[in-house]
Structures are given as structure tokens and as C-alpha cells.
């Protein structure tokens, strides 16, 4: 079982920088491969960027290349998400997630991960 918090939301001015941090419980988290995902309202979550168990191999979706990046640290059971060059587009809830297959690969699909935090808000004003 994995617990998951996520934090660092706000607002952020278009093409300012802001970044999330996702604090995870349970004994496992560095087997996990973990997600980023976001919702804006009236439309479908979204994969945003996923590391997987090592930090070895890291994907993102085509809108948020060269300008997120997304890291872990498995001795603090955190895993991060800076988002720079921020963009009105990119406003949603922002959810942390874990799969549920330890030292699996990097899922871009919300079905392929069993762990979801709260989710936290990221308002990008023009």
C-alpha cells in the first residue's frame, strides 16, 4: 500500500516556474514506477510525465517536453515535478500517482496505476 501527498500547487504567472513534490508512505515507494497526471475542469486526467522504479527512464507528454522535469528521490520517498516556462495551458489539478507493478515500466495510462494522491492545484495566469 502506498499513501501519497502531493504539494507545491499555486499560481504562477505564464512563463514562471513552479514545482511539486510528492511525499509517499510505505516501505516500497522505490519499486514503483510513479506519474504525474493532470485534469482540467470538463476534461479527461492526463498523463504529464512518469520515472520509473531507478529514475533511469523518464516520459513525457509532447506539450510539456524541454520545459518539465521529473525526478524522485527514493531515500526521501519524494518524487518531484519542476514545471518551468509554465504556460496558461498547463492550469489543472495536478495528481501524483504510483503503479501498482514493482520495477514495472512507465505507464502513460491513468488504468495502469493503482495509487493516487489528492491532487493539487496549478493556476497559470497570462
Wanted: glycine share 14%.
Amino acid at each position: 500500500q502506498v499513501h501519497l501527498v502531493e504539494s507545491g500547487g499555486g499560481l504562477a504567472q505564464a512563463g514562471g516556474s513552479l514545482r511539486l513534490s510528492c511525499a509517499a508512505s510505505g516501505r516500497t515507494f522505490s519499486m514503483h514506477t510513479m506519474g504525474w497526471f493532470r485534469q482540467a475542469p470538463g476534461k479527461e486526467r492526463d498523463f504529464v510525465a512518469g520515472i520509473n522504479w531507478s529514475g533511469g527512464s523518464t516520459y513525457y507528454v509532447d506539450s510539456v517536453k524541454g520545459r518539465f522535469t521529473i525526478s524522485r528521490d527514493n531515500a526521501k520517498n519524494t518524487v518531484y515535478l519542476q514545471m518551468n516556462s509554465l504556460k496558461p495551458e498547463d492550469t489543472a489539478v495536478y495528481y501524483c500517482a504510483a503503479d501498482g507493478d514493482p520495477f514495472g515500466p512507465v505507464g502513460r495510462m491513468a488504468l495502469e496505476y493503482n495509487y493516487w494522491g489528492q491532487g493539487t492545484q496549478v493556476t497559470v495566469s497570462s
